[in-house]
């Protein structure tokens, strides 16, 4: 079974400053996706960034990033020019390729401050 | 678009009574998929459907009974609550399974108590 751990359960920054949040996970897949979701005070669940386990390449989208280390199975998010608006849950989460199943990691709460 | 769409937001339930979360999607997507997010914990699957007809227990499907009713609509049951339950519970949808291209998008969540 897959696992994904979130090691800060809770993380602060400045604004415009940079934070990195930390997943890893344990798999003996070969081929699988790995995602950040960001989950704001409204509750709402919104995909951040998506990574193919294949791809070399670390995945961008504007000014979130990920650090993909795939023989240390490592998968962390770094969010560059922190707004106020990124306060929020941010969840790791893996799943394999072909499968239905996307397994979460606990989440970490990261706060923005002015 | 209203992309997935999940009803009642609160419900406050006794113990023993029983409740049907609704759920409606408007993407045309294949699969869809009920969550719980406890405190903790992060998001587990309790059931999924990869297509109209087609039902699947998760993680965590104890105490539940799902229905595709259509392509569109997906509802959880709990026949028989218990505290054990109180919980916020998301729905969610994606067109295909297992892929980067489909991810999940989720509906707004609802939170239920079991008193």
């Given at each position: 079974a897959q696992t994904v751990t979130q090691s800060q359960p809770e993380m602060s920054v400045q604004e415009a400053e940079t934070v990195t949040l930390s997943c890893t996970y344990d798999t003996s897949e070969s081929n699988y996706y790995l995602f950040w979701y960001k989950q704001p005070p409204s509750r709402q669940m919104i995909l951040v960034i998506r990574q193919e386990a294949y791809k070399q390449q670390n995945a961008t989208e504007n000014r979130f990033s990920v650090n993909f280390q795939k023989a240390a199975k490592s998968f962390s998010l770094k969010i560059s020019?922190?707004?106020?608006?990124?306060?929020a849950m941010y969840f790791c989460a893996f799943m394999k390729v072909g499968s239905e199943k996307l397994v979460f990691g606990k989440g970490t709460k990261l706060t923005v401050n002015p | 678009n209203a992309g997935v769409t999940q009803t009642p937001k609160f419900q406050v339930l006794k113990t023993g009574q029983s409740m049907t979360l609704q759920c409606a999607q408007?993407?045309?997507?294949n699969s869809m998929y009920w969550y719980r997010q406890d405190p903790g914990m992060g998001l587990r699957l309790i059931y999924y459907s990869a297509s109209e007809g087609t039902t699947d227990k998760g993680e965590v499907p104890n105490g539940y009974n799902v229905s595709r009713?259509?392509?569109?609509e997906f509802s959880l049951r709990l026949e028989s609550a218990a505290p054990s339950q109180t919980s916020v519970y998301f729905c969610a949808s994606s067109?295909?399974?297992?892929s980067t291209n489909s991810p999940l998008h989720f509906g707004n969540g609802t939170r239920l108590t079991v008193t």
């Open positions: 020019d922190s707004q106020l608006g990124d306060t | 408007d993407m045309n997507h009713l259509n392509k569109r067109w295909a399974k297992g």
